[in-house]
C-alpha cells in the first residue's frame, strides 16, 4: 500500500475548502480517503458551494468537461477511485453492463485473493481505514481477518510436525553416514 498523496487542482476557490488526499494501491487507484463516500458508495465533495462526486470532478479538472445526459464509468470498479487513466465518459447502458461485470468477478476475487487476506490480517490500519481503502464494509474487513487467522493458525500446526520429521530424518541420515 503506497503513501498519502495530495490530488492536484489547478483552479484557486474563493471558500476554504478540503484538500483532496488519496492512496494509491496495487491496481494502480487513486482511493480518496479525504472525503467520505454518499448513499451510493461514491466519495463526495465540495467546490465553491457546489457538490461533486469525486470521480467526476477529477474527471472535469483533468480531461474536461462532461456531455449532458452522460456519466463518468469507473474502468477498475472501484467507486472511491479518482485517478484519471481509470474514468471514462460512458453512457448509462454501459454502467450497467459495468455494474452487472463487477458483481461477477467481486466475487471471485474476494474468494481467491489471498495476497488481499494477507495484507489486510497483517495491516495496521483500522476496520475503518481498511474499509475505506478496500471499498468493502466493516464486516467484510472483520470476517477476512478472522478466517485468514484461521488459516495462518491451520498452516502453522501443519508445519510443526514437517520440521520435526524433517530433523529426525537429517539426524538419522547423519547417524547412517557416521557409520559408514
Ligand atoms: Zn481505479
Known amino acids: 500500500m503506497g503513501q498519502v498523496e495530495k490530488f492536484v487542482e489547478p483552479k484557486p476557490y474563493k471558500y476554504r475548502m478540503i484538500p483532496i488526499y488519496y492512496i494509491i494501491d496495487d491496481c494502480g487507484c487513486y482511493n480518496c480517503i479525504s472525503h467520505s463516500k454518499d448513499r451510493d458508495g461514491y466519495i463526495k465533495l465540495c467546490r465553491d458551494g457546489k457538490f461533486y462526486r469525486a470521480h467526476r470532478y477529477s474527471y472535469l ?23 484519471p487513466d481509470h474514468l471514462e465518459i460512458g453512457t448509462h447502458r454501459e454502467n450497467y453492463q459495468d455494474w452487472k461485470k463487477s458483481g461477477q468477478t467481486k466475487k471471485e476475487t474476494i474468494h481467491l485473493s489471498n495476497e488481499l487476506k494477507e495484507e489486510l490480517y497483517n495491516s495496521n490500519c483500522t476496520i475503518e481505514e481498511l474499509a475505506k481503502i478496500y471499498n468493502v ?12 487467522r484461521d488459516q495462518v493458525k491451520v498452516k502453522r500446526s501443519k508445519d510443526k510436525p514437517s520440521i520435526a520429521s524433517d530433523k529426525t530424518k537429517r539426524k538419522k541420515a547423519i547417524k547412517a553416514s557416521s557409520k559408514i
Open 61 to 83: 479538472i483533468t480531461k474536461g468537461e462532461i456531455p449532458k445526459g452522460l456519466l463518468i464509468r469507473h474502468l477498475c470498479n472501484n467507486k472511491s477511485c479518482i485517478n
Open 137 to 148: 464494509s466493516h464486516t467484510t474487513i472483520i470476517k477476512t481477518r478472522a478466517k485468514f
